[in-house]
């Protein structure tokens, strides 16, 4: 696709519900990243994958929460058992493997947990 | 792993007067420096990069420093305009190693009329 594509744009979900996040990255780009913005902070690194290879779990806060992504392609976020605390906006990134360039963003979901 | 350390939090500057935010880095092996512009309600956006084999590059208003020994970078913005009011974002990754960017906590710049 032209850009990376997230959705939904907006999630309000009740606390211990499960929820999904999708991103649909650059069409040939290799690497995918999550990360969370809570409001006013920086960008937190969740979670990364490379190809074929094994993700890089490393910034996930919790075993609630889980990625996976399909055929190379798009990914899903899962949190499991919602808190307060998650609500967040959740950005998605990709960009081509071995090159200098930096990601493309997509424009994110935002999660509220009420 | 990575820490990047950002200041200021929030800086505030005179419309055409220069702002200037720096950063420091821990990991020796990291190779690769962004910088991202986020506006309100958007996306962040790559505005520029630097590499570990070059100190310093330019793009107009924006000029990128770099000192490997130190472990610091800077972001130097000249000519401030009401457009360049955004949080920015400095990063640091082992690029080409297929490592993550990990981000610094954002300046948040006001540019005053």
């Known amino acids: 696709g032209a850009g990376v594509s997230q959705s939904p744009s907006n999630k309000v979900t009740e606390k211990g519900k499960d929820v999904e996040l999708r991103c649909d990255p650059i069409?040939?780009?290799?690497?995918l990243y999550w990360y969370r913005q809570s409001l006013g902070q920086g960008l937190e690194f969740l979670i990364y994958f490379q190809g074929n290879s094994a993700p890089d779990k490393s910034g996930l806060p919790s075993d609630r929460f889980s990625a996976e992504r399909t055929g190379g392609s798009v990914s899903t976020l899962t949190i499991q058992r919602t808190q307060q605390e998650d609500s967040a906006v959740y950005l998605c990134?990709?960009?081509?493997?071995?090159?200098?360039?930096?990601?493309?963003f997509g424009s994110g979901t935002r999660l509220t947990v009420v | 792993g990575e820490n990047v350390e950002q200041h200021p939090s929030t800086l505030s500057v005179q419309e055409g007067d220069s702002a200037v935010i720096k950063c420091t880095y821990s990991d020796s092996a990291s190779n690769y420096f962004p910088w991202y512009k986020q506006e309100l309600g958007k996306r962040p956006q790559l505005i520029i990069d630097?590499?570990?084999?070059?100190g310093e590059k330019k793009d107009q208003r924006i000029a990128v420093t770099l000192n490997k020994t130190a472990k610091h970078f800077s972001l130097h913005i000249t000519e401030t305009q009401p457009e360049d009011s955004a949080v920015y974002f400095c990063a640091a990754s082992r690029k080409n190693r297929d490592d993550k960017i990990i981000f610094g906590k954002g300046t948040r710049l006001h540019i005053l009329p």
């Open positions: 069409s040939g780009h290799t690497a």
């Open positions: 990134a990709s960009s081509p493997s071995g090159t200098s360039h930096g990601y493309t």
């Open positions: 630097i590499r570990s084999n070059v």
